[in-house]
C-alpha cells in the first residue's frame, strides 16, 4: 500500500514542492529516497537466485534498497541488526537504564538539519548524565567511577511528525579500575524524582547558554541564521510544517494534520509520572530499566529504540484515495489515527528523511569509541569465547564483519525461521547468481510468468515452484 502511494502520487508532490520553491524544488537526498524506495523488493530491479542442489528447488530473492528514511523492510532488517549488534559485541553484562530527552518545538526545527548543533546538544546531555552518575558514585565512596551511553537520535514521533529527540541507554552504574586492567562494575541506585528534575534543569540551563554561545536563542538581539532555509527554503517549510503538526503543501496549507477519534479536541494534556520532568518545553524520563542478564528484553529495548518510522500494516489507503495512519497507542486526547491526503503524507515522509552521512547513533563515555576502557568494558561479563563452538556454527555477519548480519541470520534471530531451509525437502537453499543485468532480468523473469508491465509495481504472484522471498541487502 505504502509503495502504491508514493508511487502514483511522487510526481505530482515533486511537482508541488518545486511551483512552492520558486522551480528549485526539494533537495536531491530527499527525492532519491523515494525513487530508490519504488526499488525495494521489486524483482524487476534485480535479484538474488537461491536454489536448493538436492531437488532443484528455487526461490528469487529481490534486492532492497538500502534506505534509512521511510522504508518500513529496509528499516526493520536495520532495526534488527544493530540491536543485535549493540548486545552481543557493545553493551556489557550489567543494568541499562533508558534516559530519554524530548526537547522543545523551535529546537527540533533547527536541529532537524544542522547535525553539527544536534551533535553539541546531545553532547551536552550526554555529559551531563555522565556526571550525574560519577557524582552518585561518589557519595557512596566509589571516587573515580565512570559510565557510558549509547544514544539513538530519534527523528520522528509516533504520528510522523518531526520530532528529534535522543533515546540514551546508560550501564546503570559506574566502572572502577581497583588495579590496571581489571574492572569492577557498581550498580548504581534507583534515581529519584528529585535527581531527574535536578539533571533536567542542569541540561536545560547548560543547552541555553550552549544556544546563546551561537547566538540561537529567542531573545538574542541578532537574528539566527537558517542554514535549512538557505539550502531548501521547500524543505523548510516542510520541516516547520511537520513539527507543529501542521500541514504545508496544498489546499490546506496551514490546517492541523486530521485527527480521528473519541475526542481529537482536547489540547495537548501532560503528566508527571515516576522519573520524569518536564520543564520549559524539555522533557526528560527515566523509568524503563532492565537487569543484567534480561539480554532479551534489552534487544527488545534496542528495537524500540532503532525501529523505522513507519510500518506496513498502519498504513491503509482508503476508498476515498485518502491515506489512514493508525497510531500505535492512542494519544492521551484520544486521537486514535491521523487521516492525510497523499500529498500531505508524503510531505510528512520528506521532513524525517536523514541528510546523508548523519551518523544516528552516537557513544560516550566508557563506550566511546577511542575510551580507554571500552574494550575491557564490552567483554564485562561475558563468557570467554567457545573457540570450537565457532568453529562448528557459522558466523551470523557477512564476510565476517562485524555488526553486518547475513539476512538469513537475521530472519533465524528474529523470527526464528530458518529461510534457506528448502520448503520441499529440507535441504539448504544455495546462491546459485546475483543477476543485476536488466536484459537478463527481464528474460529470466519473462520466461517464469513474473514480469510485470510496470517497472516499479511488485511482481505478480509466484508460481509454487518459484516463490520471491523478502527483499535482502545483498
Given at each position: 500500500m505504502l509503495h502504491a502511494v508514493i508511487r502514483e502520487h511522487l510526481e505530482p508532490f515533486l511537482r508541488e514542492a518545486s511551483d512552492r520553491g520558486d522551480g528549485h524544488g526539494l533537495p536531491r537526498f530527499v527525492e532519491q529516497e523515494f525513487r530508490e524506495f519504488l526499488t525495494c523488493g521489486v524483482l524487476a530491479h534485480g535479484f538474488t537466485r537461491l536454489r536448493c542442489p538436492d531437488c532443484a528447488f528455487e526461490r528469487l530473492l529481490p534486492f532492497s534498497c538500502k534506505r534509512r528514511g521511510f522504508c518500513p523492510s529496509c528499516g526493520g532488517r536495520r532495526m534488527a541488526e544493530r540491536a543485535a549488534s549493540l548486545v552481543d559485541e557493545v553493551l556489557p553484562l550489567v543494568p541499562v537504564r533508558q534516559w530519554v530527552l524530548?526537547?522543545?518545538?523551535?529546537?527540533?526545527?533547527?536541529?532537524?538539519w544542522d547535525h553539527a548543533l544536534c551533535r553539541a546538544v546531545l553532547g551536552v546531555y550526554a555529559r551531563g548524565l555522565l556526571a550525574f552518575y560519577a557524582r552518585t558514585a561518589r557519595a557512596h565512596g566509589i571516587p573515580e567511577g565512570q559510565t557510558?551511553?549509547?544514544?539513538?537520535?530519534?527523528?520522528?514521533?509516533?504520528?510522523?511528525?518531526l520530532n528529534i529527540h535522543f533515546h540514551t541507554l546508560v550501564l546503570d552504574g559506574?566502572?572502577?579500575?581497583?588495579?590496571?586492567?581489571?574492572?569492577?562494575?557498581?550498580?548504581?541506585?534507583?534515581?529519584?524524582?528529585?535527581d531527574v528534575a535536578h539533571l533536567l534543569a542542569t541540561v536545560r540551563a547548560r543547552v541555553g547558554r550552549l544556544l546563546a554561545r551561537r547566538h540561537l536563542e529567542p531573545a538574542d538581539d541578532t537574528v539566527p541564521a537558517d542554514p535549512l532555509a538557505d539550502a531548501s527554503p521547500v524543505l523548510a517549510g516542510l520541516a516547520s510544517a511537520s513539527v507543529q503538526g501542521r500541514v504545508a503543501l496544498g489546499p490546506r496549507a496551514g490546517a492541523r494534520v486530521r485527527r480521528l477519534g473519541d475526542e481529537p479536541d482536547?489540547?495537548?494534556v501532560t503528566s508527571r509520572g515516576p522519573r520524569q520532568a518536564q520543564l520549559d518545553?524539555?522533557?526528560?524520563?527515566?523509568?524503563?530499566?532492565?537487569?543484567?542478564?534480561?539480554?532479551?528484553r534489552l534487544e527488545q529495548l534496542g528495537r524500540y529504540l532503532l525501529r523505522p518510522p513507519l510500518a506496513q500494516a498502519r498504513v491503509q489507503l482508503r476508498a476515498d484515495g485518502r491515506v489512514l495512519v493508525t497510531l500505535k497507542t492512542v494519544w492521551r486526547d484520544g486521537t486514535s489515527h491521523l487521516l492525510f491526503e497523499p500529498i500531505e503524507f508524503l510531505e510528512k515522509l520528506a521532513a524525517i528523511i536523514p541528510r546523508p552521512a548523519v551518523n544516528l547513533v552516537l557513544y560516550h563515555g566508557v563506550l566511546a569509541p577511542h575510551a580507554r576502557w571500552r574494550a575491557h568494558v564490552v567483554c564485562y561479563g561475558r563468557p570467554a569465547p567457545d573457540l570450537h563452538a565457532r568453529e562448528r556454527e557459522p558466523s551470523p555477519c557477512a564476510a565476517g564483519t562485524p555488526g553486518a548480519w547475513t539476512w538469513a541470520a537475521l530472519m533465524r534471530r528474529v523470527l526464528a525461521l530458518d529461510v534457506l531451509a528448502c520448503p520441499r525437502c529440507g535441504g539448504r537453499l544455495r546462491v546459485l547468481a546475483t543477476v543485476q543485468d536488466p536484459a537478463v532480468v527481464g528474460t529470466i523473469l519473462a520466461h517464469l510468468g513474473l514480469l510485470h508491465p510496470e517497472d516499479s509495481p511488485g511482481?505478480?504472484?509466484?508460481?509454487?515452484?518459484?516463490?520471491?522471498a523478502a527483499p535482502s541487502r545483498q
Open positions: 524530548t526537547l522543545p518545538y523551535r529546537l527540533r526545527y533547527r536541529l532537524a557510558g551511553t549509547v544514544t539513538v537520535i530519534q527523528r520522528f514521533g509516533s504520528g510522523l511528525q559506574v566502572f572502577s579500575e581497583p588495579r590496571p586492567g581489571h574492572l569492577t562494575f557498581h550498580p548504581a541506585p534507583l534515581p529519584s524524582d528529585a482536547l489540547g495537548h518545553g524539555f522533557d526528560l524520563h527515566a523509568n524503563v530499566w532492565v537487569p543484567p542478564n534480561d539480554r532479551a511482481p505478480a504472484p509466484p508460481s509454487a515452484a518459484l516463490r520471491p
